[in-house]
């Protein structure tokens, strides 16, 4: 006997292979990034690779660039767009100079917090990659946060804990960079006495595109 259409059970909802990530590209644009620069102008494509690693899960991605030096010396942050385009995204890095920088610490906290404020979609996986050979100053610029807000590192690690995003930070060694390295979903990697000249970013952008990939959950099926 059959069962009534309405008794009957529903089959479960079923995956559709497809994630949506969001990826913004923050770089130290300081006089010794140019090594950096140059690595990942030449290897975007390892990067986009990456994201089609995954035969399972189609990914929809987004990359957005964000170059940065230092906010005190008001050397200002350049923010670009989110953009599915690879030749785009490689013509915007092309496109920078490695320049200025003034004393050692550089504003990477806000580079972070303020890609961290990206216009991302809705429910898609947020990732974030810092490439910098220099330590970062210990409190964001009062440019970068609303008056009378906290300028620490813990803002920083809040926003990023509350957006359940994910952080790859290469950096030089320093006490903000190791806080941030505790928090969920953080990937530190501390650049070495050669900077970050001795990186295979061939590897590393591979890396970062499938690690995104993998971890970009499919939708289900209405």
């Known amino acids: 006997m059959s ?3 309405e008794t009957q059970l529903r089959r479960p909802k079923a995956l559709r292979p497809k994630g949506i ?8 644009c300081t006089g010794s ?6 690595g990942i102008k030449n290897h975007v494509q390892d990067l986009v690779a990456g994201f089609a690693s995954y035969p399972n899960i189609q990914l929809d991605w987004r990359v957005r660039l964000l170059a940065y030096r230092d906010l005190k010396i008001e050397e200002p942050v350049e923010e670009h767009p989110f953009t ?3 030749e785009t995204f490689r013509a915007q890095v092309r496109a ?5 920088g003034g004393d050692e610490p550089e504003s990477t906290l ?3 917090y303020r890609a961290l404020k990206s216009e991302w979609r809705e429910d898609c996986n947020r990732c974030i990659v810092v490439f910098t050979d220099a330590t970062t100053h210990p409190e964001l610029h009062p440019s970068s946060v609303e008056p009378g807000q906290a300028r620490d590192v813990h803002e920083v ?5 509350s957006l359940r995003a994910r952080l790859f930070l290469y950096g ?6 190791h806080r941030l390295a505790l928090a969920p979903r953080v990937e530190f990697r501390a650049a070495t006495s050669l900077g970050l000249d001795n990186l295979d970013f061939k590897e590393i952008l591979a890396y970062i595109g499938k690690t995104v990939s993998a971890s970009t959950t499919p939708v289900m099926k209405a």
């Open 3 to 5: 069962l009534h259409p």
């Open 21 to 28: 990530a969001d990826v913004v590209v923050c770089i130290d």
């Open 33 to 38: 990034m140019a090594p950096c620069i140059e």
């Open 84 to 86: 599915n385009d690879a």
């Open 96 to 100: 920078l100079h490695a320049t200025g």
């Open 110 to 112: 806000d580079a972070i």
């Open 157 to 161: 690690i809040n926003l990023l804990t």
């Open 172 to 177: 030089r060694t320093c006490e903000s960079y």
